[in-house]
């Protein structure tokens, strides 16, 4: 992969100085939070708790919460939910700043990348599934960890080729990091834990770890809020930060939502819609006050779904 030139990675981490979210207020940075739905599902009540959270931490410090449409993965999005989405969040009782979609930061993360990839901090897979499940040897908590087999092999002629981060050169390269979460304290950054994830593949170029880091970081966002299945994460996207020279926010791992068989709520498994419930009538701010008082349907319960260390 070549570089793009005049959009080095130093030329948009100088941008992050200029960035408007970022001014201060009397010499304290302000408190920016966002929302990132994917449009490629109609939002659920876990979406809504979500946003909310996102939303009413940033009301606690007066600071800005923002909605940033995650729609890089062209071949599953549907730009028509994107309307939607703000329909369900106004439906709610937020209020927001949008931010560029994500489909129109790509030269960004390919920036990042090409950084990555210059220092040797990246490099090809052409592994199948089928082979990855064969050779992981440990279960992290996100599945089986990748074993690492194409760091030392060339890929195979006619494989599709996902680009990977070698956590253990980039590990020594940061030397030991730490992160913090509002509710569970310092953390020591375990991005081992995942092994070497993808940050780059042909159908939907930057992955969500790529993508995510770059873009918390240009919206100035302060206080990352997410669920709490996305802790493990967080360890990969510290590494991240740490590489391409990214602010560094805190990060607030909520509890999430799950159905009675333990599971996160999900549109596939027929949890309605905001829209469909907003539709029929209901009161999207009294929803809103129900998930605030921690008051659910029935059938499902809060959970926090911690995958921290297997
Ligand atoms: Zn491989």
């Not at 220092?119 to 990748?146: H, S």
């Not at 669920?227 to 994460?233: E, R």
């Not at 829209?275 to 006050?289: F, H, M, S, T």
């Not at 959970?303 to 297997?310: D, F, G, T």
Request: charged share 25%; with cysteine; aromatic share 8%.
């Amino acid at each position: 992969m070549s570089p793009l030139g005049q959009s080095s990675w130093s030329f948009f981490r100088r941008l992050l100085h200029f960035f408007p979210f970022r001014a201060r207020n009397a010499g304290v940075m302000t408190t920016v939070t966002r929302f990132a739905p994917s449009p490629n599902g109609p939002l659920h009540l876990g979406h809504a708790y979500a946003a909310i959270v996102a939303h009413d931490r940033a009301r606690e410090d007066e600071g800005l919460f923002l909605l940033r449409v995650e729609d890089i993965d062209g071949a599953r999005s549907r730009s028509e939910l994107s309307e939607e989405f703000r329909a369900d969040l106004a439906w709610l009782g937020l209020e927001w700043r949008e931010v560029a979609a994500q489909s129109t930061r790509i030269a960004r993360y390919r920036a990042a990348f090409d950084s990555l990839h210059r220092r040797g901090l990246v490099y090809p897979c052409g592994c199948t599934r089928a082979e990855i499940a064969a050779a992981a040897t440990k279960v992290g908590p996100d599945g089986p960890v990748y074993p690492g087999t194409c760091r030392t092999r060339p890929v195979p002629p006619g494989r599709d080729v996902v680009w990977r981060i070698d956590v253990a050169r980039a590990l020594a390269a940061t030397g030991p990091l730490t992160w913090r979460d509002e509710r569970r304290g310092e953390q020591e950054a375990r991005p081992d834990l995942l092994g070497d994830v993808v940050l780059w593949r042909k159908d939907a170029p930057a992955s969500y770890h790529l993508a995510a880091t770059a873009d918390d970081a240009f919206d100035g966002v302060s206080v990352v809020t997410r669920g709490a299945d996305l802790f493990a994460a967080t360890h990969v996207h510290r590494l991240l930060q740490a590489l391409l020279g990214l602010p560094v926010p805190v990060w607030h791992h909520h509890r999430v939502i799950v159905e009675s068989d333990g599971r996160k709520l999900a549109k596939r498994r027929g949890a309605p819609s905001l829209g469909d419930r907003r539709r029929a009538g209901e009161d999207g701010r009294a929803l809103a006050e129900r998930l605030r008082a921690g008051l659910l349907d029935s059938g499902l319960s809060f959970s926090e779904y911690v995958n921290m260390v297997p």
